[in-house]
């Protein structure tokens, strides 16, 4: 009997984080994972387990896009998860330009190319488009205006991309998550609570993705808030 190819999934900044329990939980949802990410040294996922990681820093426009045309030559698409971040906070005029311009460039621009690049595929194959923002996307944030302001950005593309290309079967969800115990805040002079309730884990985040594959065909459920139950930060 031929073998039938597995669907697969790109999924950036899959070396750490929330990125990486997507990853291993699309792994164990039957699906062959492409990960991007810097370094992929602790991680445990392997090619037995149809996890295949690339490494590709999303900064790097033409390897970026090269990566993904030749995936998408030789798999079918049916995913985009678009995690990658990096975060930078305090006051604004403290940032330095090369600062702003790598969170536009991560956050933002990285996530537009990658879908303009996936798009044709993933409108023939009636995909998904996942975008990793956060809860910051909706409110102030002061001593992290610049930061919040690429996640505003990046839920209004995917609310904009929703609504162009639904007629053609492509899901596009957004995922706002809250604070998550994981490296983004390694450049803040806070952290995670010590709580257990007061952040998220990263296989939380994971989870709200396999509740949005388990959905039928025809109903989508566009936007995830993961919040949680109490909200406390810690100063380092």
């Not at 593309?157 to 115990?181: A, N």
Request: glycine share 8%.
């Amino acid at each position: 009997m031929e073998r039938v190819a597995k669907k697969a999934a790109i999924v950036t900044g899959a070396s750490s984080g929330i990125g990486y329990a997507i990853s291993r939980k699309l792994c164990e949802l039957g699906y062959q994972v492409f990960g991007l990410g810097r370094n992929f040294e602790k991680v445990q996922l392997r090619e037995e387990d149809d996890f295949h990681p690339i490494v590709c820093d999303v900064l790097d426009t033409d390897r970026l896009c090269d990566c993904v045309k030749q995936i998408a030559s030789m798999h079918q698409i049916h995913i985009l998860v678009n995690n990658a971040g990096v975060g930078y906070y305090g006051l604004h005029e403290e940032l330095s330009p090369g600062k702003i311009k790598e969170l536009v460039r991560t956050n933002l621009e990285a996530p537009m190319i990658l879908t303009q690049q996936l798009l044709r595929h993933l409108k023939k194959n009636r995909g998904y488009v996942i975008n990793i923002s956060s809860v910051t996307a909706t409110e102030s944030n002061p001593h992290g205006c610049a930061y919040g302001a690429t996640k505003a950005g990046l839920a209004s593309f995917s609310h904009s991309l929703f609504d162009e290309t639904r007629k053609y079967g492509v899901k596009v969800v957004t995922i706002f998550p809250d604070m998550t115990k994981t490296s983004l805040y390694r450049n803040a002079d806070f952290r995670e609570g010590d709580e257990a309730e007061s952040y998220l884990l990263p296989e939380e985040a994971a989870s709200a993705v396999e509740f949005v594959l388990s959905q039928r065909e025809g109903m989508i459920v566009s936007d995830i808030t993961l919040k949680p139950q109490i909200h406390r930060i810690k100063r380092k």
